[in-house]
Every structure is written in C-alpha cells, then in structure tokens.
C-alpha cells in the first residue's frame, strides 16, 4: 500500500508540479537567487571533493550536508548582517556564504599553519568572528545553549542581533536543547531553532 503524506501545515513554494504557488513565493530578486543555487552547487561540490580528501587520508575529517544544502544557505540567506550562527557541523556552506574565503576554510580542513584557530580547535571545527559564526562544537547540542546565552548577552546590551543555532534531531536529546529552551523561553531571547 502506498504511503498517503498530508502536508495540509507545511508551507511549501513549489508545488508537485514543479510550479511556484504566487501566495507563498517569497520574491527573491534575480540576482540572489542566482547567487543562492551557486553556493549550492559550490557546497555539493566541495562536499564531494572533501569526502574524496578524507578517504584518502590528507583531511582528518569531514562531516558534509548531501542534500541539506538549502535548509542551511536559505536560513543563513534569511538572517541580517548583525545576526549570529551557530553551526552544528554541517554548515560551512553557511559559513562560505557569510563571507569566508576558500583558502581560509580550506586551511582549517588541513589543519595547517595558516589556520585561524591555530590549534586550539581540532580541524572541521571551523568558526570566525568577522562573520559572525560560533565555532563548531564537538559535544552534540553544545551550540544550543552558546546560540542561547549569546543571544541574551545582545538582549541585556540592548543589541538587535538574533542568534540562529543549527542542530540534529539527535542533539534534542541533549540537556543542553532543554537547558536552551528553557532559557529561552523564560528570559525570552532573541534565538532561531533550526
Ligand atoms: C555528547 C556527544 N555524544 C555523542 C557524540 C557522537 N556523535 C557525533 S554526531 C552524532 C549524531 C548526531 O545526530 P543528530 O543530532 O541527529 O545530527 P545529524 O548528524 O543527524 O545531522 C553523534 C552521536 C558526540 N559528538 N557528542
């Protein structure tokens, strides 16, 4: 018997028939959505290429986003220049579309001389402050709580920043997705759950 979906509450753009629903496209000018399918592309190529690089043993590893790749560029597209993210370990597309040239992830995937954490954050742990990204933490749902507690921060400071947290169904197992939520719900903070 074949599987029936109801999708009656979820919002969808395109329809089964490949056609965009008028009420519920968001209008994107030309230009950002032609930079939007590039990066796209550029992280499933990437992906590929560094799954290749790990195989052979010269990146220690890689976690990729096969297939998550617009559920990670559109919200990180979505947010304002102010805002945070605070990836899981799948989100260097997001970090690549904030900005982050090539070279200067690339060197956190080696673990090289050049790479900005120098050391003290194993490789595939990447972040960086000019844009606006935590660091990628090793322990499940760590991020939840950082992505809660900085958000507060910007709300004492009066900031209009909101803090986008990136996490795996996994990770709602943690204590720190209930210790986040917690906190976000009784102090209010300005905190995107993704
Ligand atoms: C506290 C802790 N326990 C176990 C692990 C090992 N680990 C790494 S990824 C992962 C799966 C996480 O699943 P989910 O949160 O659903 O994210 P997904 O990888 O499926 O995107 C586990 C158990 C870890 N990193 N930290």
Redo the contacts with the bound molecule.
């Keep these: 018997m074949q599987t029936q979906f109801v999708l009656d509450d979820v919002v969808t753009v395109i329809g089964p028939d490949g056609v965009a629903d008028p009420a519920t496209d968001p209008k994107l000018p030309g230009e950002t959505v032609v930079k939007l399918f590039k990066h796209m592309l550029l992280t499933r190529q990437l992906d590929e290429r560094l799954v290749l690089l790990q195989r052979q043993g010269r990146i220690g590893f890689h976690?990729g986003s096969l297939g998550?790749e617009a559920c990670i560029l559109g919200p990180a597209a979505a947010l304002g220049d102010d805002d945070w993210l605070w990836p899981?370990?799948?989100e260097f597309g997001a970090l690549l579309l904030r900005g982050m040239p090539m070279q200067t992830y690339l060197d956190n995937m080696y673990g090289n001389a050049n790479d900005a954490v120098k050391g003290r954050q194993m490789p595939d742990h990447y972040s960086g402050r000019p844009y606006k990204f935590g660091s990628v933490s090793?322990?499940?749902?760590?991020q939840i709580t950082q992505a809660v507690g900085f958000s507060w921060a910007a709300k004492m400071k009066g900031d209009k920043s909101v803090s986008l947290v990136f996490?795996?169904?996994?990770?709602?197992?943690?204590s720190e997705f209930h210790n986040g939520m917690n906190f976000a719900g009784v102090y209010k903070t300005p905190t995107v759950f993704l």
Aim: aromatic share 12%; glycine share 16%; proline share 6%.
């Design positions: 976690i998550e899981c370990y799948r090793s322990p499940i749902g760590t996490f795996g169904e996994g990770a709602t197992s943690s």
